[in-house]
């Protein structure tokens, strides 16, 4: 085969994947994603067809001699490649830049006539996942839409002018044509003293590390037995329990390491849930890896599974860690006022409980580190948004000084919160220290599903209470967090949950409760949002039901209760809040919303009985830094020949932090943007930085870039005043930011959506949303930060879910059974900005990285309940589960707010008594005359189960009377499907025959049993 024109070096293995088979020649745009063909990352083209070179044999494209073109070579071999490149930078249609190589190369060869008309541009496009953009700049790029102009970064005059231009990103030109260098791609990064430039085909020599995972959730490690495993060919070394450093480390990495348990070894003898570390082997090769980890022998003493957070606090429960008794991981009180007495002053309270589920960060790049010794210095290239955290972990880990250790990372193919953690590094530095050899460890798909973390599930309770003029009287939150295995993140998530979601609103009576358990589940960690999308869904969902009960327009009641600029946010400690609100633009964002709501923009309602439209709004609120603290350095020089260097220590992993911090020195120094090279996340470059997590990418490293340029500028003004200087060399300045002054920020989502109540279905047929982002330094990257956050926020919201088995098994362990939104699943997002200007950020900026996940769920579960009257309690908001809560406020008005519908009433009828029933039953038709009118589910056995026939005919029947819809969202005849739609949902037959309460068409509606309402045919 040819590979980009040349004749290919080697011959495939039997086996062998394409991808592997370029990536080991040195083509190294084919990324990894995944290694089932699900996320387009590794796209190539055989003979000039787009295929998923993961799930393509190279031996097949060796035998047909096919010639391959990589996005290395597209620009040469494809009459349109360049275009689309040019395309992609033009519309800034990427962040971390992973999968834009495969993007590229999908795009590439759509038919002109569909990037025209864009019929079929969904559709072709569905084989490529992008996790950053939300793909809004991709339809632009495919749409021939420019956002930036891309020589603009190099013309611009600088001086204050650059702050507010749409300057396109520095590595552009790098990430459209796959030389960007994520921390898999170096080829041979071990070489002192630095790594760049070094992508040498064929020269890798790394070991390769391969994990030993737990099958079971809890259990302690008689033995292990790996002699086998040492004897297999190539293997080079293994480790056990045995060999682990002795102290106990946390995972999560935080400015103050005293905020997390230390709980977790390298390798643990106990393992607390499935797909936990129990043995590491490296090898020549990674299949050797792989083949010798089956051979270990392991002695388990299998211990009791808790896979529930109630389970975990409940007495008697098995005890996960010494040191949590009854495995509270963390937990928050706070009160001030006396809610009791707000809910009894207030005229109407409401209360619901609020469940999020957990989800994947889904980073595209998995988490991946490289180790060698740089004579003998511990050098780790890893994936991390944390690179001097995680040195400090290393040394406190492994005993050794900081200057024994490096830390850094190049380009980060995606964080989220996911790579705020030390998942790789510190097995990877156990291998290299113990081998002496350079070893490389890259997490596969599946690991990332199973072994690395999630969001933290939580179930929360809200109760509020205001007066009919609209005055919140009391606002309480109840939270029971799942923190899984381990406590990295369990308590700043729960605090930050706590926290925002609660100062938003001025109230004068607050309690807090809320615990983080420990399971023997997947460890849940830190997430754009930290805890925050959790609460604001469920506060926000709150808030909305509370102004609806009272008649009250939900913006005007937020209007009313949200704190104003200026305002002392109270958190329900009592104490002083360290946040400083003079810039809040809240009431300015949320204004924005309802007027881009009114204004008629947006896609029409599709035709059809079955749809109803309504519109619903979210505010969040988001502190700026993290509480305590965040070390932000910058170091910048004069470049040999002109321009400047600026080192950084935070990381750049699509975050837009590199552009950002170019427009900061470039205003400050009076330059170009394009005369400031930057570079980023080594321990050896910059002074300790606390890394790049609670959106302080802008707000810390910033300033202290700021503060480093205007130093230099002020050193060059000066200049030949002072007989030092005279030698002319270059100038050096540095800058520090603490991190300790603190403002918040807000933003206000809104939705215009169509559901149909006979299928659940939801169309979004707007979406926009407004950001306090104070002084916008580059709006195209803030553009694209709010549309990636707001697309992974719906991910969430309707469908994504890491579902856990009862025996603790992950079970979506494929990005094909998670749902990662694709362009077709998503609308466009409208993004505003409330014009402001921080006193605290740099030249007036707030961050906004991980704001805008935070207000999607609650304002599409708000925009839901206008448009069918039905409350969300649960995420995702599936269609099947939306289906059914429809179909039980099908009923008129019984459909009680806090889920309770019809078959409530008839528990309560059926409760005391058989004639009690039946009076209960006929005081409700009377009650609701048009009771008999209503539509029924009809769920039961199928045709061949024992009474399925006759409930089938009845079925039929009923489904053919006017006014009944057929069944909708399963196949008659499926065992548990449904043969008539909407109205109460049906679940079973069985049970003993109850006076009813009703009948129609051979059905008859009886009492129920426990939550779910019995019917049977009719005979
Ligand atoms: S790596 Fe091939 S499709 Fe994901
Ligand atoms: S830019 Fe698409 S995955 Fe990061």
Redesign the pocket.
Known sequence: MRVNGEVADGTPRPGQCL?TFLREAGWLGV?????????????VHVDGIPV????YPALRAAARDAEITTIEGLARAHPRGRAVQDAFVAAQAFQCGFCTPGMIMTAACLPAADLGERADVPRAMK?SICRCTGYGAIRDALDGIARVDPAAAEGLPGGVDVIGAGLPAPASQDIVTGRAEFTADAANPWSPPETEGLAQPGSREALQMRLLRSPHPHAWIRSIDASLARQYPGVVAVFTYEDSPSGLFSTARHHDPGDDARDTAVLDRVVRFHGQRVAAVVADTSRAAEAACALIVVDYEVRPAVTGPRQALAPGAPRLHARAPGNVAAKVHRATGDVARGLAEADVVFEGTFLSQRVQHVALETHTSIGWLAGARLTIRTGTQVPFLTRDALCALFGLEKDQVRVLARRVGGGFGGKQEMLTEDIVALAVLRTGRPVQLELTREEEFTATTTRHPMAVTVRVGARRDGTLTALQMTTLADTGAYGNHAGGVLFHSCEESVTAYRCPNKRVDAVSAYTTTVPAGAFRGYGMSQAGFAVESAIDELARRLGIDPADFRRRNLIQPGEMPDNASGEAADVETVSHGALRALDLVTDALASGRGDLAPDGAQWRVGSGIAVTMLDTIPPGGHDGRARIKERPGGGYQLFVGTAEFGNGTTTVHRQLAAAALGCSPGQVEVRSSDTDSSGHDSGAYGSTGTVVAGTATLRAARALAELIAARGLSEDDQAGKPLEAEGYCDGRARSATSCVQGFRVAVSVETGEIRILQSVQAVDAGTVINPVQLRGQVEGGVAQALGAALFEEVRVSGGGLVTTRALREYHVPVLADLPRTEVLFAAGSDPLGPLGAKPMSEAPFNPVAPALANAVRDATGVRVYSLPMRRDSLFDALAKLALPEEAAPDGATWPQSLRQGRSAGGARRARGASRRRRRHPGLERVHVAVRGPGRRQPGGRQLARAADRLAEEPGVRAGQGARPGRPGGVRAAAGVVLRDVAGADHPGAGQRGGIRLVADRGDRALLRPLR
């Open positions: 991808r990324k990894k994603g995944c290694d089932a063909g699900d996320c387009g990352a590794c796209t998923h070179s993961c799930v084989g």
